[in-house]
T-cell receptor
Framework: DSGVTQTPKHLITATGQRVTLRCSPR?????VYWYQQSLDQGLQFLIQ???????AKGNILERFSAQQFPDLHSELNLSSLELGDSALYFC????????????FGPGTRLTVT | GQQLNQSPQSMFIQEGEDVSMNCTSS?????WLWYKQDPGEGPVLLIA?????ELTSNGRLTAQFGITRKDSFLNISASIPSDVGIYFC?????????FGAGTQVVVTP
C-alpha cells in the first residue's frame, strides 16, 4: 500500500460524457502527478501539481483538466470522452517537485463505451 | 506515444538466470528511472540515475545511465519468482517524463 488513494476504482461511462477522478496523496506529500496508461499509448505523464499550483505539463489533452485543492487532494476532469480515452489513470504523490520519489496509487480504470 | 525504445518486449527466463533490458532514445535525458509494475497495481520506482555514466545497484538490480545520456540499461541478477512483472524505463528532462513501452518478465521455476 503506497498510501495514495484513488477513487473510484472502476468507472464505465459513455462517449461524450464528463467524469472526475479523485486522488488523495500520501500524508505530507505536496506534489500530485497524473498518468494515463493504455494499450495504445503506454504510460504517459499528464500533469503535475505542487502545493496547489501547476508545476509541469505532459501529454494532457485540452479536454482534460486537473486541479489540486488546499487540502492537497487532486481531481482530474475528463470531458467529451472518446472511446480512446479508455485507460488506467494513475495518480502519484511525492514530497518535493521532482519525479524521482513518487508513490503511485492503485489507479482508476476508465471504460468509455 | 513513447519516444523511448525499450527492449526486449518480453522475456521468459528460468529462476536463477540473469535478466538484462535496455532503453534508448534520440533525445538526451537528465535522469533515467526504472520502475516495476505488478498486475493491478501502479508502478514502483526501483532505481533512479542522475548522472551520465552512473552505475547504481539496489539489491539484485543494477542500472546504468549511458554516457551519451540517450540510453540506460537494467540488469536483474539471479532472478526469483517475485521478479515477475513489467519493467518500465523513463527519461526525465526539462519537466517532461517519457516512458518506454515496458519489458514483461516471466520467471519459470
Amino acid at each position: 500500500d503506497s498510501g495514495v488513494t484513488q477513487t473510484p476504482k472502476h468507472l464505465i461511462t459513455a462517449t461524450g460524457q464528463r467524469v472526475t477522478l479523485r486522488c488523495s496523496p500520501r500524508s505530507g506529500d505536496l506534489s500530485v502527478y497524473w498518468y494515463q496508461q493504455s494499450l495504445d499509448q503506454g504510460l504517459q505523464f499528464l500533469i503535475q501539481y505542487y502545493n496547489g499550483e501547476e508545476r509541469a505539463k505532459g501529454n494532457i489533452l485540452e479536454r482534460f483538466s486537473a486541479q489540486q485543492f488546499p487540502d492537497l487532494h487532486s481531481e482530474l476532469n475528463l470531458s467529451s470522452l472518446e472511446l480512446g480515452d479508455s485507460a488506467l489513470y494513475f495518480c502519484a504523490s511525492g514530497l518535493g517537485t521532482g519525479f524521482y520519489e513518487q508513490y503511485f496509487g492503485p489507479g482508476t480504470r476508465l471504460t468509455v463505451t | 506515444g513513447q519516444q523511448l525504445n525499450q527492449s526486449p518486449q518480453s522475456m521468459f527466463i528460468q529462476e536463477g538466470e540473469d535478466v538484462s533490458m535496455n532503453c534508448t532514445s534520440s533525445s538526451i535525458f537528465n535522469t533515467w528511472l526504472w520502475y516495476k509494475q505488478d498486475p493491478g497495481e501502479g508502478p514502483v520506482l526501483l532505481i533512479a540515475l542522475y548522472k551520465a555514466g552512473e552505475l547504481t545497484s539496489n539489491g539484485r538490480l543494477t542500472a546504468q545511465f549511458g554516457i551519451t545520456r540517450k540510453d540506460s540499461f537494467l540488469n536483474i541478477s539471479a532472478s526469483i519468482p517475485s521478479d515477475v512483472g513489467i519493467y518500465f524505463c523513463a527519461g526525465h528532462s526539462w519537466g517532461k517524463l517519457q516512458f518506454g513501452a515496458g519489458t514483461q518478465v516471466v520467471v519459470t521455476p
